[in-house]
C-alpha cells in the first residue's frame, strides 16, 4: 500500500499521494552519525587484542577476554561450536552499563542452537579451535579470527581491523539526559580514539586519558571536541525530527572477508542485483525497514525488510555470515577484483591475473551486541539447511494460499466483490483469494467493517467460500485515536501502545489520522492482539478470512524517515533504535497466532508481512512493497525475489502488474506469465489506477493470462511439495541457477531465469516488444526440454529462443519427474481428489526421478497425526516405480494416476504392462508414441497415486 507526504489541516487530514520516492526523505550514509563513524575507520589499525592469559575452555565453547588498548575496555569473546557446521561468535561488554538488546529464543532464533564439542591448542599467540572437519584460528595480538576449512581460510574475521563497539553513557555521571542534552562527560573521549594506533603495553596515552570518565572543568571542552572528531556522537536531527540519544552512542561494528570467493548475495531487500556490488563508490547497503513508495532501482538504500544473511560462493563451496542484530545496519562491501579500474584490468589480462578473488565487507550496527554465525555449507544446499535449523524454515503454507490471488486497493462494496468473483467463472479463470485493502474498514478502525458498504461481511465471505475460494483483509499495526472505539479505549486503558521519550502514548499519523502503536515487542501485547482474530471478537469474520499486514516498518507518515522515532519506548524500556528491524516480525508472528487459534490449533494460517526480519518466514508469506508498472520493475522483481529467497523468505512475490501507474496490455501479459513462476502470485493495484482485471484487458491478451494462470494451477502438485520439502531442509523453492549447478561460475551473476525446484527452469519475458530471449541452459551434461514445441536442447549452451506474446520460455531438466494436475478448477481446494499426470523428461542415460507430497492441503494434520503421503517415482531401464518415499505417512487419498507422458524415448515399447501390491492381476496399457518428437504418453493407468506400482516398457 502507498504512504504519502502527510500535511495535517487544522488537525484534520492527509493530502494526496506523491508520484515518486522522494529521497531526501531517507538517510544517507553521510546523514548518519553511527555509519559515518564506522565507515571512517582506517584498516589495519585496530586497538583490540585478545588476553590468551583469561582463556576458558568448555566442552563446547572457549571465551576469552578482548581488550581495547585505547579505552583499556574489556568485552567477552565467546566461540561456540555449533551442530550442523555452524560456528557462534559473540561479543558483548564485560561490565555493561545498561543492558542491550538481544533477540529472545523463539523469536528471529527458533530455539536455543545446539552446540557440538570442541578442541582447543593454544600455539604461541594464538589459540586453533578444532570443530568437525572446522578449525578457527585466533590471533591474539591484533586480534582476528580465521575460519578455516580443507585447510584454507573461508571467512576472515576483523583481519582489516574494523571492529568497533561503543559504549553507552555512564548514567551515574548524569551525561544525557531523556530530554536530549548533547553534552557528555570523558567517558565519550575513547571513541575518537579507536581508529589511531594501540599503544604497546595498552596503557592510557597521558594523564587525561587515565581520568576518562572521572569528570572535570575540561567536560566541555573534551565533549566538543569528541563530537567534533566522530560526528553524531550525541544528538541528532535529521527532518526536523531530534533523536535525543539518552544514553548516547552504542554502535557495533566488525569487518569479514571471504578469500577465494568473487561473488555474495543475500542481505534483502534492496532493489538491486542479485550479486551483491561493490559499495566502493555508493552508500553501503542499507538494512533498516521503511516505507519507501515507488523505490528506485540500483540502488542500496533501505526497504520493507532486513534480513542480515550473506552468502559467499564460489566452485570449490559456499558459506554464510548471519548477523544476529535488529538494530539499524549498513554493509560495506569490496571487491579485488571488480573494484579495480579499467587500466589494472587491461595489466591483468596482459600478464595473466593469478590474484585470488576475494572478498570484503564492513557490518556496522546502531546498537545491540555483536552474535554472528558461520555457516560453514560446504554446498549450497547445506548453508539453507544450517541457517533454516538457525531461524526455522517456512511451513508447509495451505494449498490456496500458492494459487493466485486478486487484490486493488479497493474493491468498493459487497456488489464488487461479488462482480469480480463472478467474472472469474465467467471467462473460465480460476482463482483462490480476493482481498481487500484498508477501505472495507469502519473508518481505518481495524478489526471492523464499513457498515454501508460491506454490512453483510460474514455472508459475502461465505458466497465466496462456498466456491472454495478465501479472503484476505488488511489489519495495519497503528490504532486510530477515537475514545468512543472500544478497541482503542482497550489498548489505552490497559497499557498496551509504544511510548514517547517522555513517557506517554507514542502519537503519530497513518491511514486514520491521528494513531497510537500497539507494541508487539510485549508479549501480552502480541497475545492481546492474537485474541482479537478470535471469531466472536473479530465481527462479521469467519474461518475463511485470513490477514494482510501492512505499513509494519513501522510506517509513520509525520516520523523520521517516515518511520517510528528512534528513542521511542518500548516493553522492557528498550529503545525503538533497538528493536526497529524486528518490530513487524511480530504483528506478523501475532496474526498467525490469532488465526491458528481460532480453529482450536488445527488450521493452518496465512498472513501476508511486508516487514520482516529473520524468522519471518516462519509466519507467512512476503511482497515486495509498493512497485510500478514499469518493464525496469518486472525486470527487477526476479533478482529481488531470489535474494529474499536465498535470505530464507521462501514464500514471497511482487505485485502483478505493478502497485503503482497503469501497465499497457503487453506488459501486464507478461507480468502475469512471470508472476505464475513466482512462489506468492497475486496481482495489486493503487486506488487511483485503471481496473486491470484480466477479462477488462483486448481478449487476446485476457486468453493468454487465462492460460498462464491455468498453468500455474497445473503445476500447484509440484509447488506444493517443493514447498513441503523446503519446510523440511530450507530450501529455496524458487531459486538462483547457481543452486544446482554450484561449479559453473557462468551463472554467478545470472539473474533474469531461475529454477523452481530442481526441475523447472524458467526465463520470463521482461522486455517489450520482445521476439526472442537469450536463455542459458547450464549444465554440460544436461538436457533440456521444451515441453511446449517438444524441442530439446545440450546443456552448457546459450540459445536464442523465439517468443511471441503467448510464449513463456520453460524448460525440464532432464532426468526429473514432475506431477501435473491437467484438469482446470475455479479454485485450487476443487481438485484435491482429481487425477494426475506425470511429466517425465529422460537424462542421457535415460533415467528421471521425482516425488510428490500430499496431504489434506489446509490442517496441521500432517505435522500431528503423519496424515501425508511423500511419495517417490523413478524411471530407470525403462521401469517407471511409485513408492513411499516416508513410511511414516498415512495418507490416504482416492486421486489416480491418469497419464504419464515421456519425452526422451528413443524407439517405441513392444508394449506396456502396469503391476503392483494393489493390482491383482498384471495389464497391458494403452499407449501411442511419436518418433519425430521422442514421446511416449501412456494413458489410463488409473492406479491411486498413493499406492506402490510399476509400470514397465519392454
Known sequence: MITSVVLVVVGVSLVAPVNSVDRSNFKTCEQSGFCQRNRALTPGNTPYEALLNTVKIHRTNVTVELLNKKTNVKYHLDLIGLTNNVVRMRITEADPIRPRYEPPIGDALLNIPEESRISVQKRGDRLEIGYQSTKVVLKARPFSLDVVEDGNPVISVNSRGLLKFEQYNNPDKGVVGRMGSAIYSWFSRPFRQVEEAPKEDGQAENKEEEGAGEGGENDESATKETEAAE??????????????????????????????????????????TLALKSTKNTDPYRLYNLDVFEYELHNPMALYGSVPLMYAHSPQRTVGVFWLNPSETWVDIS???????LFSKVVDLVKGDDEVPQVDTHWFSESGVIDVFFLLGPKPKDVFYQYGKLTG???????????????????????????????????????????????????????????????????????????????????????????????????????LFVKDKSGNDYEGWCWPGSSFWLDFINPDVCKWYADRFDLEKYQGSSKHLFTWNDM???????????????????????????????????????????????????????VLSR????????????????????????????????SLSLAGITFSGADVGGFFKNPDAELLTRWYQAGAFQPFFRAHA???TKRREPWLLPETNMKIIREAIRYRYKLLPYWYTQFYKSEQDGSPVMRPLWVEFPKETSTFATEDEFMIGNALLVHPVTDSGASSVSVQLPGANTLWYDLSYSRTYNGGTTQSIPVTLNTVPVFQKGGTIVPRKERVRRASILGRFDPYTLFICLDKAGNAEGDLYIDDYHTFRYKKKNDFAFRSFTFKNNKLENRNLDKTGNYQTPSWLEKVVIFGVKQTPRKIALSGPSIKTARDLEFNYSAERQVL????????????FSIVLR
Open 335 to 341: 571487491n579485488n577484483k571488480a573494484d579495480k579500474n
Open 393 to 495: 524454515t517456512t511451513p508447509l503454507p495451505p494449498l490456496f494460499s500458492i494459487a493466485y490471488h486478486q487484490c486493488r486497493w479497493n474493491y468498493n462494496d459487497q456488489d464488487d466483490v461479488r462482480g469480480v468473483d463472478a467474472n472469474f467463472d465467467v471467462h473460465d479463470i480460476p482463482y483462490d483469494v480476493i482481498w481487500l485493502d484498508i477501505e472495507h474498514t469502519n473508518g481505518k478502525r481495524y478489526f471492523t467493517w464499513d457498515a454501508a458498504k460491506f454490512s453483510h461481511s460474514f455472508d459475502m465471505i461465505k458466497n465466496i467460500s462456498a466456491k472454495g475460494r478465501k479472503m484476505v483483509t488488511v489489519i495495519d499495526p497503528h490504532i486510530k485515536k477515537d475514545d468512543g472505539w472500544e478497541l482503542y479505549k482497550e489498548a489505552r486503558d490497559n497499557k
Open 231 to 272: 560526528p553524531g556522537i550525541g544528538e541528532e536531527t535529521f527532518e526536523g525530527h531530534q533523536d535525543t540519544k539518552p544514553h548516547g552512542s552504542s554502535s557495533v561494528g566488525m569487518d569479514f572477508s571471504f578469500p577465494g570467493f568473487e561473488h555474495v548475495y543475500g542481505i534483502p531487500e534492496h532493489a538491486d
Open 937 to 948: 504418453v501412456i494413458r489410463k493407468p488409473d492406479v491411486n497415486i498413493a499406492g506402490d
Open 552 to 606: 509494519n516498518e513501522p510506517s509513520v507518515f509525520n516520523g523520521p524517515e517516515i518511520t517510528m522515532h528512534k528513542d521511542a519506548i518500548h516493553h522492557g524500556g528498550w529503545e525503538h533504535r533497538e528493536v526497529h528491524n524486528i518490530f513487524g516480525m511480530y504483528q506478523q508472528r501475532a496474526s498467525a497466532e490469532g488465526q491458528v487459534a481460532r480453529s482450536g490449533g488445527n488450521e493452518r494460517p496465512f
Open 611 to 642: 516487514a520482516f526480519f529473520a524468522g519471518s518466514q516462519r509466519h507467512g508469506a512476503i511482497w515486495t512493497g509498493d512497485n510500478m508498472g514499469e518493464w525496469s520493475h518486472l525486470k527487477m522483481s526476479i533478482p529481488m525475489l531470489l
Open 686 to 688: 493503487h486506488l487511483d
